[in-house]
């Protein structure tokens, strides 16, 4: 059994203010020092998951492994780790009621009044400390800020947490802004001086306050937020702005802040650790000092308005820029309102990323058909792939072809999924008026990979390999494998069982490929993704 230590990590003032990049942060560095680290997090919104949560308003839904649909932090974390997180990583509120009612509708609570301290508190400490003795951190995100109505058992659960456990076993990092004043270029502290009495009125003192800054931090600010925030002044860590988040690990250490929670628990830091952290993260912020030239590609989505909407897929082109050394300028084009062609003119890659229903999905179509025919490098990720198949269809073959998620006419050849078979053998059925959440095809699945094709070069030549789903439709392959290979369409990706096309290819085209996964959930910086690697290769190569 191993020693657990417990850090939390708050927000104050505001949202955004890369809560979910610290805790990522903290998670790798201490990972670099040899320990084992799982990394959680705690939704105080009452949604279930956010799988039915839009993209618009809360930026993308994180696939797992395991199928959990969550919350775009786990991107992170799983980005600077490598861990794979799981579903029991993650809660929300609504999750832990819809937990706690179950129970009381059983009778388990033996009459007793239900109350948010101790049943709902209680949940949420079982929920922390449920990897105890198995991994040597817990660092655990509390989603929003300190002060949200919603977030109140989270704090008072961690409150109760570090009365009950022994002191040097728990730290609190608050994650914080200084504000610089732009004309005066003064750094004002008071709202992290307000933000950290509010913590403390709510029984909670950090120890450590991580202050997000566009300025070199000042001495002065240093000094008056230990006086204020009763934080040891080597506690207080500059986390500057910066413009690639893979160099943050480097710059929290070089501020001190591994070194720091070390003292805290009172482990040891040895020279190698240091060197180990400069090793794997000092060479990630070479590569993204040495790069050189750009190359601009276009991505053609629906909600390109904001950008945690593609937040995986922008990482993993960016791993595709720091792995080639340049620069790649993504073009987003909104499907919905822009002017797509015009637009496409010079790119040298396009791609269309996964979404839902209708709306834009012409655009999109006349997108896939520029690149077809202009010879510009495409891939098209779930949706983007369906896509694919419909446009070769129409245009090549002058069929009506159509997706059920999109028409109520025409021919289907993307179709609702109604029936797959599981890793596990398990037969999966699925009904159009199933509930939305939780009920697609989700997570990784096996898919093989056919001989000679563009998908067998990309993979390196494998013939298996597994990827993430997240779809509800499917390219209807038993009713219209003819008229896709009139169409020229050549499957190279089939699913475990061979029933369901998972990769579409043109071979009469330098780089045309289709995915029904999603491959920027495991692209990494230290392993892009190969359909982004190659994708921009053959761009570079035009
Ligand atoms: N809307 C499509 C489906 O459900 C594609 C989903 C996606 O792109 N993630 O199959």
């Given at each position: 059994m191993k020693t657990t230590r417990y850090i939390f990590v708050t927000g104050?003032?505001?949202?955004?203010?890369?809560?979910?990049?610290?805790?990522?942060?903290?998670?790798?560095l201490l990972q670099s020092r040899g320990w084992s680290v799982k990394i959680k997090k705690m939704d105080p919104y009452i949604n279930f998951d956010p799988g039915t949560m839009s993209p618009y308003r809360h930026g993308?839904?994180?696939?797992?492994?395991?199928?959990?649909?969550?919350?775009?932090?786990?991107?992170?974390?799983?980005?600077?780790?490598?861990?794979?997180?799981?579903?029991?990583?993650?809660?929300?509120?609504?999750?832990?009621?819809?937990?706690?009612?179950?129970?009381?509708?059983?009778?388990?609570?033996?009459?007793?009044?239900?109350?948010?301290?101790?049943?709902?508190?209680?949940?949420?400490?079982?929920?922390?400390?449920?990897?105890?003795?198995?991994?040597?951190?817990?660092?655990?995100?509390?989603?929003?800020?300190v002060g949200d109505i919603e977030g109140l058992p989270y704090i008072e659960a961690i409150r109760q947490l570090t009365q009950e456990m022994t002191k040097s076993l728990v730290l609190?990092?608050?994650?914080?802004?200084?504000?610089?004043?732009?004309?005066?270029?003064?750094?004002?502290?008071?709202?992290?001086?307000?933000?950290?009495?509010?913590?403390r009125s709510l029984g909670l003192s950090p120890d450590i306050l991580l202050c997000r800054t566009e300025s070199p931090m000042e001495d002065e600010s240093k000094k008056k937020l230990q006086t204020f925030c009763g934080v040891k002044y080597e506690n207080v860590i500059e986390a500057l702005d910066t413009d690639n988040i893979y160099k943050i690990p480097t710059q929290y250490h070089e501020s001190g802040l591994d070194k720091q929670i070390c003292e805290h628990f009172?482990?040891?830091?040895?020279?190698?650790?240091?060197?180990?952290?400069?090793?794997?993260?000092?060479?990630?912020?070479?590569?993204?000092a040495s790069t050189r030239g750009s190359v601009d590609i276009a991505?053609?989505?629906?909600y390109t308005k904001l950008k945690d909407?593609?937040?995986?897929?922008?990482?993993?082109?960016?791993h595709t820029g720091m792995h080639l050394g340049t620069q790649i300028n993504i073009n987003w084009i909104d499907a919905d309102n822009d002017d797509v062609i015009p637009q496409l003119r010079g790119m040298k890659a396009i791609i269309v990323p996964g979404g839902f229903g209708a709306r834009g999905y012409l655009n999109k179509?006349?997108?896939?058909?520029?690149?077809?025919?202009?010879?510009?490098?495409?891939?098209g990720i779930c949706l983007g792939m369906q896509l694919a198949v419909i446009e070769s269809c129409r245009n090549i073959c002058g069929v009506d072809a159509n997706s059920s998620e999109f028409s109520e006419t025409g021919e289907f050849v993307v179709d609702f999924l109604d029936t797959w078979v599981n890793k596990d053998g398990k037969v999966e059925i699925r009904k159009v008026s199933d509930n939305k959440g939780g009920t697609m095809r989700l997570g990784a699945h096996v898919c093989n990979i056919k001989p000679g094709t563009l998908a067998s070069r990309v993979f390196g030549g494998s013939d298996k390999i597994v990827e993430r789903y997240r779809?509800?439709?499917?390219?209807?392959?038993?009713?219209?494998?003819?008229?896709?290979?009139?169409?020229?369409?050549?499957?190279?990706?089939?699913?475990?069982?061979?029933t369901l096309p998972k990769i579409m290819e043109r071979q009469d085209h330098p780089y045309f490929i289709g995915t029904q996964s999603h491959p920027e959930l495991i692209s990494s910086p230290f392993n892009p993704h190969p359909l982004f690697v190659e994708l921009i290769k053959a761009g570079i190569a035009l």
């Open positions: 104050g003032i505001m949202s955004s203010l890369g809560k979910g990049i610290a805790a990522a942060s903290i998670g790798a993308e839904v994180f696939v797992m492994s395991d199928g959990g649909e969550t919350d775009l932090d786990f991107g992170h974390y799983e980005r600077f780790t490598g861990i794979e997180c799981t579903k029991n990583d993650t809660i929300t509120t609504g999750k832990i009621y819809t937990d706690v009612l179950n129970r009381e509708r059983k009778g388990e609570y033996l009459g007793s009044d239900i109350q948010v301290v101790p049943h709902i508190t209680d949940e949420i400490k079982k929920f922390i400390t449920s990897d105890e003795g198995k991994a040597d951190f817990v660092v655990c995100e509390v989603g929003g800020t609190l990092v608050h994650l914080t802004y200084i504000i610089t004043i732009r004309i005066s270029g003064e750094q004002k502290t008071k709202p992290t001086q307000n933000s950290v009495q509010q913590m009172g482990i040891g830091t040895t020279k190698s650790d240091e060197e180990a952290i400069k090793t794997k993260w000092g060479s990630l912020c070479s590569k993204i991505i053609v989505g629906k909407a593609y937040i995986s897929l922008n990482q993993a082109i960016i179509v006349n997108a896939i058909k520029y690149s077809r025919e202009n010879k510009v490098p495409y891939l779809h509800r439709y499917e390219v209807n392959i038993a009713k219209y494998s003819d008229l896709f290979e009139k169409a020229g369409i050549v499957f190279s990706g089939m699913s475990e069982d061979g």
